[in-house]
């Protein structure tokens, strides 16, 4: 199972930033969204295509439906500069988890 | 507060194997999955595979079956990813993270393990 995201995505402060995952029928699936800045462990932004973890902002929040899922940051900061990295359970085939190529999210 | 708390950085030969530790605290161990993602550098992640501390029992990603052995130790909260036969192409930082149930996001992650693969 094969997750897509486009390998930048860029934004000025203030305005909103869509990074999306595209797989075959993603919307039947759980998608968990991780942000990671460099040098640091990925942390859980997003889980189960909408929810937060506590203590993450209610600017980070996601969607899911058909063959993408996306993850919408509103009023993007300086601090939001990271990698996002989409990831679902392939619970049909093999019973492992798969990540996305990752997202360079720049905030200009 | 949950915690994952790596061993330290790893320089081994081409061929030789590598032992990296997980020590879990702040929640109850048993309760919850360890899993083992790496990342090449400058490159994204890669899931390996996952024990459950409660009944021992292991799952590997294709990739790593043969190659990569997880154990733990209940009694230290902590968990263990042995890879052998290592290539250069395994030098990557080795990152553990905990799960509520197997299909179920990883909401802690460890540190990372920056292991170096270099003769």
């Known amino acids: 199972y094969v997750l897509t995201q486009p390998p930048s995505v860029s934004v000025a402060p203030g305005q909103t930033a869509n990074i999306s995952c595209g797989g075959d029928n993603i919307g039947r699936k759980s998608v968990h969204w991780n942000q990671q800045k460099p040098g640091q462990a990925p942390v859980l932004v997003v889980y189960?295509?909408?929810d937060r973890p506590s203590g993450i902002p209610e600017r980070f929040s996601g969607s899911n439906s058909g063959n993408t899922a996306t993850l919408t940051i509103s009023r993007v900061e300086a601090g939001d500069e990271a990698a996002y990295y989409c990831q679902v359970w392939e619970s049909t085939s093999d019973h492992l988890w798969v990540f996305g190529g990752g997202t360079k999210l720049t905030v200009l | 507060q949950v915690q994952l708390v790596q061993s330290g950085a790893e320089v081994k030969k081409p061929g030789a194997s590598v032992k990296v530790s997980c020590k879990a605290s702040?929640?109850?161990?048993?309760?919850?999955?360890i899993h083992w993602v790496r990342q090449a550098p400058g490159q994204g992640l890669e899931w390996m595979g996952c024990m459950k501390p409660k009944s021992g029992g292991t799952k590997n990603a294709q990739n790593f079956q043969g190659r990569v052995t997880m154990t733990g130790d209940t009694s230290i909260s902590t968990v263990y990813m042995e890879m052998s036969s290592l290539r250069s192409d395994d030098t990557a930082v080795y990152f553990c993270?905990?799960?509520?149930?197997?299909?179920?996001?990883?909401?802690?992650w460890g540190q990372g393990t920056l292991v170096i693969v270099s003769s």
């Open positions: 993270a905990r799960s509520v149930g197997y299909g179920q996001a990883f909401d802690y």
């Open positions: 189960n295509d909408r």
């Open positions: 702040g929640y109850t161990f048993i309760d919850y999955y």
